[in-house]
């Protein structure tokens, strides 16, 4: 079985500073792990993914997410925050073993607001 | 444009009706699925194809619901006596063979119960 937890479902930050978005996953597997990003009235857009690789993992549009076994966490970061990337967030982990791979568990997402 | 388009993309339906929505998904993917998003919540997994098969339903899928993926091409999701707990926005999702993939999904289609 897997879950996944987004610690914070609203994030407020100025245009400019840090953006953190906090994710704990469980799984029974060595997971791979996953950030999408849904703007409004648009499809889920994959930012970045995990997969066993290298533990700091870079995206698009400068995002970026470390893999942290020993903590259960996949938290996402932006040095600087910009208009563009108000939206909605989701941490997901891909189904493990055997012919489950590819079935996601979505946390419940974060809104991100950037203020001007 | 992920590559994956969905039809309709907004579905108004009176409760008791029957609706169908069409997924088409990237032409190599041989894995579909479909999720269903609720509002203030993450998609949830409701079950998925590989080509032609369903090999997976979640216990979210009443015995109203019914998906079909004929000859693993496109795939329709149909809902049959709606009611207005089905309201939400119904995701499809494509990915290649391959492990370790992402998932590429289509806009989904919003179906709202009346």
């Known amino acids: 079985a897997q879950s996944v937890t987004q610690l914070d479902s609203h994030v407020s930050v100025s245009e400019g500073t840090p953006v953190l978005l906090r994710c704990n996953y469980s799984s029974s597997y060595s997971p791979s792990l996953f950030w999408y990003v849904q703007h409004p009235n648009k499809g889920l857009q994959l930012l970045l993914k995990?997969?066993?690789?290298?533990?700091l993992v870079k995206g698009i549009n400068g995002f970026e997410a470390e893999f942290k076994k020993s903590e259960t966490s996949f938290h996402l970061t932006k040095p600087s925050a910009h208009m563009s990337d108000a939206a909605e967030y989701f941490c997901v982990v891909s189904g493990g073993g055997g012919t489950s791979y590819g079935k996601l568990t979505f946390g419940q997402g974060t809104i991100l607001t950037v203020h001007p | 444009d992920t590559g994956v388009s969905q039809d309709p993309r907004h579905k108004i339906t009176k409760r008791g009706q029957n609706v169908t929505f069409r997924c088409d998904p990237i032409?190599?993917?041989?894995?579909l699925y479909w999720y269903r998003q609720t509002l203030g919540q993450g998609p949830e997994f409701l079950t998925y194809?590989?080509?032609?098969?369903?090999?997976?339903k979640s216990r979210l899928l009443s015995d109203r619901f019914s998906a079909e993926r004929p000859k693993g091409s496109f795939s329709t999701l149909e809902i049959q006596r709606t009611e207005q707990g089905d309201s939400a926005m119904y995701l499809c999702?494509?990915?290649?063979?391959?492990?370790?993939?992402?998932?590429?999904f289509g806009q989904g289609t919003r179906l709202t119960v009346v």
């Open positions: 194809f590989q080509n032609e098969a369903q090999l997976e």
């Open positions: 032409s190599e993917h041989n894995r």
């Open positions: 995990y997969t066993s690789a290298a533990t």
């Open positions: 999702a494509s990915i290649p063979g391959a492990v370790n993939t992402e998932a590429f």
